[in-house]
Nanobody, 119 residues
Framework: HVQLVESGGGSVQAGGSLRLSCAFSGGRGSRVCMGWFRQAPGKGREGVAVIDSDDSTDYADSVKGRFTISRDSAKNTLYLEMNSLKPEDTGMYYC??????????????WGQGTQVTVS
């Protein structure tokens, strides 16, 4: 079965950048929709960016123009490049695989998460 492992989180100042990675194993990640989601303290999980099997992408309005999702199928890795980070981007970031779209409930495979803190 598919397993997802995130890395690359950390603490940065506002305006800084981070690159998250999600290594997937046990399946063909390029054949499914994969995405990044986040959850801030006291809030629900929200979709940040997704990439479908045809490499089409979609982003939450709050991150458009700042975040970029990409996938390297040869390395079985999903990425999220985050620029111009804001304090409101703080949260636990999760990688997921599922049916598509920015709604977390349609994703059934999740990583353990990586923390991003912007001050």
């Amino acid at each position: 079965h598919v397993q997802l492992v995130e890395s690359g989180g950390g603490s940065v100042q506002a305006g800084g950048s981070l690159r998250l990675s999600c290594a997937f194993s046990g399946g063909r990640g390029s054949r499914v929709c994969m995405g990044w989601f986040r959850q801030a303290p006291g809030k629900g999980r929200e979709g940040v960016a997704v990439i479908d099997s045809d490499d089409s992408t979609d982003y939450a309005d709050s991150v458009k123009g700042r975040f970029t999702i990409s996938r390297d199928s040869a390395k079985n890795t999903l990425y999220l490049e985050m620029n111009s980070l804001k304090p409101e981007d703080t949260g636990m970031y999760y990688c997921a695989a599922g049916r598509g779209g920015l709604i977390p409930s349609v994703y059934d495979i999740w990583g353990q998460g990586t923390q991003v803190t912007v001050s």
